[in-house]
Nanobody, 122 residues
């Protein structure tokens, strides 16, 4: 069992940056792939980024490629999402997830956090 808690969301102007954190408790965090997804009001949840258990491979949605960076620190049981050059269309609730399978499909992850709101003003 893994418990996940996101933090770092907030209100930022377009072009600004935020860094989301996902703190994990429970056993064997380092054995899980980690992912971030987001859900805007009235829209379906969508994949944002994923990272393998070792951090050796990452994958990004086309909409965030070049602006967002996913990383992890297994010693701290924490995953991160650095978001730069934010746009109003990035406004959403952001969720981190842990899974036994490295996937770009958020549905394949096993454990979820409660989400953190990111609002980007124009």
């Amino acid at each position: 069992q893994v418990q996940l808690v996101e933090s770092g969301g907030g209100l930022v102007q377009a072009g600004g940056s935020l860094r989301l954190s996902c703190a994990a408790s429970g056993r064997t965090f380092s054995s899980y792939a980690m992912g971030w997804s987001r859900q805007a009001p009235g829209k379906e949840r969508e994949f944002v980024a994923a990272i393998t258990w070792s951090g050796s491979s990452t994958t990004y949605a086309d909409s965030v490629k070049g602006r967002f960076t996913i990383s992890r620190d297994n010693a701290k049981n924490t995953a991160y999402l650095q978001m730069n050059n934010l746009k109003p269309e990035d406004t959403a609730v952001y969720y981190c997830a842990a899974g036994t399978i490295y996937s770009v499909s958020y549905r394949r992850y096993n454990y979820w956090g409660q989400g953190t709101q990111v609002t980007v003003s124009s």
